[in-house]
């Protein structure tokens, strides 16, 4: 072979090295690792979970009977719309065949979770199990329901009972532990009023000077707290040495017949009450009032946040309760200015 064929070999076989060489650079490992990467961020994007402004909630609410359930209201609403959540929300008027309509609704509506302030106990359980079938969590807000607890997620409200026994004590206290008391229940069959009733009494046992001689439902209205005393005074007049309001619409209600009747209620007849609206703090600086049981009713920030819990698969409590308090004349005026309800 001469030198011109050797060069011309060498020459070939360079070539032919630098083809082989790019082939094997060639090869796209990161676009092959690019769809693996892909499918993992799938699982991470559904393990996140729901935000409030994914929520879409059902609140079946009692009606508007007191300044209690209007700064209820006020609070879920506000919150609703502070959150970014889709509140579907329902007025039921007192009724429960209303309450139960909105449930059936918002359960075709296939919302991610229900809430519920049951206007009665009783009278619940097959739509709730409904609710459970459509897999729609469902949280009962303010008063409780007789249902099996499997039925609903959790309870967020007051400790009804308590309220009535702090009452019961502070009517013990205001009247030396003797006296005649006439009642203005609730409304009839309500968890409040079941446990406001009871827990008053239970408190009231280790008095025997004191004693109920009157007791009727005022259904938690002013209109009808008013009538009812009415009943009250035209039955038992200056027999009555103190009145015990389930509520305080109710008890500023018959603080209207007591002064029409002409004495003078928070003196002649004294008062206590449940809720701690910024009405009873007014009449307590009138003196018209001797004493309001706290019932907080600004339930909207709990109610968003355990919903969230909820919906995302987190364990809540049972029941979550809320903070109260028991007020009187004496704190009215200084407390009034920060009263939000």
Known sequence: MNVRSVLYAILIGALMLSLVGCTTVAPAAPAAEAPAGDQAAAPAAEMA???FEDLVVGYAQIGAESEWRTANTQSIKAEAERLGVELKFSDAQQKQENQIKAIRSFIAQQVDVIGVSPVVETGWETVFQEAKDAGIPLILVDRRAAVPEELYVTYLGSDFV????RAGQAMADILGGEGKIVELVGTVGSAPANDRYSGFREAITEYPGMEIIASQSGDFTRAKGKEVMEAF???YGDEIDALYAHNDDMAIGAIQAIEEYGLKPGEDIKIVSVDAVRGAFEAMIEGKLNCTV???PLLGPQFFDLALKVVNGEEV?????????VYFPEQAAELLPTRQY
């Open 49 to 51: 979970g729901k935000t």
């Open 162 to 165: 308590e309220e009535g026994r």
């Open 233 to 235: 005074l035209k039955s």
């Open 294 to 296: 706290e019932c907080n």
């Open 317 to 325: 409590a049972k029941w979550v309760p809320s903070e109260e308090g």
